[in-house]
Protein backbone atom coordinates (compact mmCIF):
# COMPACT_ATOMS: atom_id res chain seq x y z
CA UNK A 1 0.00 0.00 0.00
CA UNK A 2 1.96 3.66 -1.52
CA UNK A 3 0.24 5.38 0.96
CA UNK A 4 0.50 3.80 4.00
CA UNK A 5 2.65 4.50 7.08
CA UNK A 6 4.08 1.18 9.30
CA UNK A 7 3.33 2.33 12.94
CA UNK A 8 5.03 -0.11 15.79
CA UNK A 9 4.63 -0.91 18.87
CA UNK A 10 7.43 -1.56 20.89
CA UNK A 11 8.97 -1.73 24.56
CA UNK A 12 6.30 -2.22 27.25
CA UNK A 13 4.03 -4.44 24.15
CA UNK A 14 6.90 -6.28 22.65
CA UNK A 15 10.20 -7.97 23.83
CA UNK A 16 13.28 -6.61 22.40
CA UNK A 17 13.29 -10.21 19.96
CA UNK A 18 9.92 -9.44 18.49
CA UNK A 19 11.57 -5.28 18.13
CA UNK A 20 14.89 -6.76 16.57
CA UNK A 21 13.14 -9.38 14.19
CA UNK A 22 10.70 -6.17 12.97
CA UNK A 23 13.68 -4.79 12.56
CA UNK A 24 15.24 -7.37 10.40
CA UNK A 25 12.37 -7.45 8.40
CA UNK A 26 12.39 -4.05 7.86
CA UNK A 27 9.22 -3.11 8.85
CA UNK A 28 10.54 -0.29 11.90
CA UNK A 29 12.20 2.25 8.83
CA UNK A 30 9.14 4.08 8.84
CA UNK A 31 8.67 7.88 10.74
CA UNK A 32 5.00 7.06 12.48
CA UNK A 33 4.39 4.76 15.34
CA UNK A 34 1.82 4.61 18.47
CA UNK A 35 1.03 2.63 21.06
CA UNK A 36 -1.23 0.39 22.97
CA UNK A 37 -4.64 0.62 21.17
CA UNK A 38 -6.89 -2.28 21.47
CA UNK A 39 -6.34 -5.42 18.94
CA UNK A 40 -9.57 -5.53 16.75
CA UNK A 41 -10.42 -1.82 17.01
CA UNK A 42 -11.90 0.59 14.63
CA UNK A 43 -9.15 2.88 13.86
CA UNK A 44 -9.93 5.27 11.32
CA UNK A 45 -7.23 5.37 8.33
CA UNK A 46 -5.45 3.29 10.59
CA UNK A 47 -5.74 -0.14 10.74
CA UNK A 48 -3.83 -2.96 13.31
CA UNK A 49 -2.03 -5.76 12.56
CA UNK A 50 0.49 -8.16 13.92
CA UNK A 51 1.07 -5.23 16.46
CA UNK A 52 1.69 -2.52 13.84
CA UNK A 53 -0.20 0.44 12.43
CA UNK A 54 -0.63 1.06 9.11
CA UNK A 55 -2.37 4.61 8.23
CA UNK A 56 -3.93 5.48 4.63
CA UNK A 57 -2.36 9.27 4.15
CA UNK A 58 -4.91 9.73 1.47
CA UNK A 59 -7.61 8.63 3.57
CA UNK A 60 -6.31 10.90 6.45
CA UNK A 61 -5.57 14.09 4.31
CA UNK A 62 -9.56 13.75 2.85
CA UNK A 63 -10.75 13.51 6.73
CA UNK A 64 -8.06 16.74 7.56
CA UNK A 65 -9.63 18.71 4.82
CA UNK A 66 -13.47 18.30 6.09
CA UNK A 67 -12.35 19.61 9.92
CA UNK A 68 -12.99 22.77 10.93
CA UNK A 69 -12.38 22.81 14.85
CA UNK A 70 -9.57 20.35 16.67
CA UNK A 71 -8.70 20.44 19.89
CA UNK A 72 -4.37 20.35 20.82
CA UNK A 73 -3.70 17.95 23.82
CA UNK A 74 -0.57 17.67 25.31
CA UNK A 75 0.96 17.24 28.89
CA UNK A 76 0.57 19.80 31.02
CA UNK A 77 3.55 20.96 31.72
CA UNK A 78 4.03 21.62 27.97
CA UNK A 79 2.82 25.18 27.27
CA UNK A 80 5.43 25.89 24.59
CA UNK A 81 4.65 22.52 22.61
CA UNK A 82 1.13 23.65 22.78
CA UNK A 83 1.64 26.67 21.71
CA UNK A 84 4.07 25.79 18.74
CA UNK A 85 1.22 23.03 17.48
CA UNK A 86 -1.51 25.55 18.08
CA UNK A 87 -0.08 28.22 15.67
CA UNK A 88 0.89 25.58 13.36
CA UNK A 89 -2.95 24.11 13.02
CA UNK A 90 -4.14 27.84 13.15
CA UNK A 91 -1.99 29.07 10.55
CA UNK A 92 -1.05 26.81 8.61
CA UNK A 93 -3.74 24.10 8.74
CA UNK A 94 -6.66 26.83 9.18
CA UNK A 95 -8.08 24.99 11.58
CA UNK A 96 -9.70 26.92 14.85
CA UNK A 97 -9.24 25.75 18.14
CA UNK A 98 -12.26 24.35 20.49
CA UNK A 99 -13.22 25.95 23.45
CA UNK A 100 -13.31 23.45 26.19
CA UNK A 101 -16.95 22.81 26.04
CA UNK A 102 -17.45 23.02 22.01
CA UNK A 103 -17.64 20.37 19.84
CA UNK A 104 -14.81 19.38 17.95
CA UNK A 105 -13.71 17.21 14.89
CA UNK A 106 -10.20 16.52 15.95
CA UNK A 107 -7.36 15.52 18.72
CA UNK A 108 -4.05 16.59 17.57
CA UNK A 109 -2.12 14.71 20.76
CA UNK A 110 2.01 15.60 21.34
CA UNK A 111 3.42 13.66 23.51
CA UNK A 112 7.09 12.52 24.18
CA UNK A 113 7.88 9.14 23.98
CA UNK A 114 9.48 7.30 27.10
CA UNK A 115 13.02 6.44 26.41
CA UNK A 116 12.86 2.77 28.69
CA UNK A 117 12.45 0.15 26.04
CA UNK A 118 13.09 2.63 23.15
CA UNK A 119 14.79 1.35 19.99
CA UNK A 120 17.74 3.02 18.81
CA UNK A 121 16.77 3.29 14.85
CA UNK A 122 20.11 4.64 13.20
CA UNK A 123 23.15 5.39 14.75
CA UNK A 124 22.01 6.37 18.45
CA UNK A 125 18.94 8.22 16.91
CA UNK A 126 16.16 6.99 19.61
CA UNK A 127 12.42 8.32 18.95
CA UNK A 128 11.36 11.24 20.87
CA UNK A 129 7.85 12.43 20.05
CA UNK A 130 4.94 11.86 18.77
CA UNK A 131 2.08 14.05 16.79
CA UNK A 132 -0.80 11.08 16.53
CA UNK A 133 -4.15 12.65 15.31
CA UNK A 134 -7.50 10.94 16.72
CA UNK A 135 -11.11 11.49 15.26
CA UNK A 136 -13.01 13.11 18.72
CA UNK A 137 -15.63 11.41 20.43
CA UNK A 138 -18.82 13.09 21.16
CA UNK A 139 -17.43 13.74 24.74
CA UNK A 140 -14.03 15.49 23.31
CA UNK A 141 -11.94 12.71 24.01
CA UNK A 142 -9.94 11.22 21.28
CA UNK A 143 -11.65 8.20 19.38
CA UNK A 144 -10.11 6.86 16.27
CA UNK A 145 -6.52 6.84 15.27
CA UNK A 146 -6.29 8.46 12.04
CA UNK A 147 -2.98 9.52 11.88
CA UNK A 148 0.72 9.53 13.94
CA UNK A 149 4.02 10.96 13.11
CA UNK A 150 7.32 10.04 14.71
CA UNK A 151 10.23 12.08 15.29
CA UNK A 152 13.85 10.45 16.10
CA UNK A 153 17.14 11.89 16.88
CA UNK A 154 19.96 11.90 19.56
CA UNK A 155 18.43 11.39 22.47
CA UNK A 156 20.00 14.64 24.38
CA UNK A 157 17.91 16.84 21.80
CA UNK A 158 15.99 19.42 23.90
CA UNK A 159 12.21 18.88 23.74
CA UNK A 160 11.40 22.16 21.83
CA UNK A 161 13.69 21.05 18.68
CA UNK A 162 11.64 17.71 18.86
CA UNK A 163 8.32 19.69 19.12
CA UNK A 164 9.89 22.11 15.84
CA UNK A 165 11.08 18.48 14.25
CA UNK A 166 7.57 16.74 14.59
CA UNK A 167 5.92 19.40 13.18
CA UNK A 168 8.02 20.26 9.81
CA UNK A 169 8.24 16.47 8.84
CA UNK A 170 4.07 16.13 9.11
CA UNK A 171 4.24 19.20 7.01
CA UNK A 172 6.82 17.73 4.74
CA UNK A 173 4.66 14.55 4.61
CA UNK A 174 1.66 16.10 3.21
CA UNK A 175 3.30 19.35 1.54
CA UNK A 176 2.11 21.70 3.58
CA UNK A 177 3.29 25.01 2.54
Known amino acids: MENALLVHVCGKHLSRLLCLIFLG ?5 TPARA ?10 SCSLKDHVYRCDGATFQQ ?4 VKTIAIQTRNTDGMGRAKLTTFATT ?4 KI ?3 DAPLDLVFLLLPFDQQGNIVTNQG ?3 LG ?3 IYSAQSDGKPGHLLWAETFSGPPDMPWPMVVRGLIL ?5 FQIK
Open 25 to 29: LGLLR
Open 35 to 44: QSEPLGSDLG
Open 63 to 66: ALAK
Open 92 to 95: KLAK
Open 98 to 100: ASP
Open 125 to 127: ERE
Open 130 to 132: TLR
Open 169 to 173: QFQAH
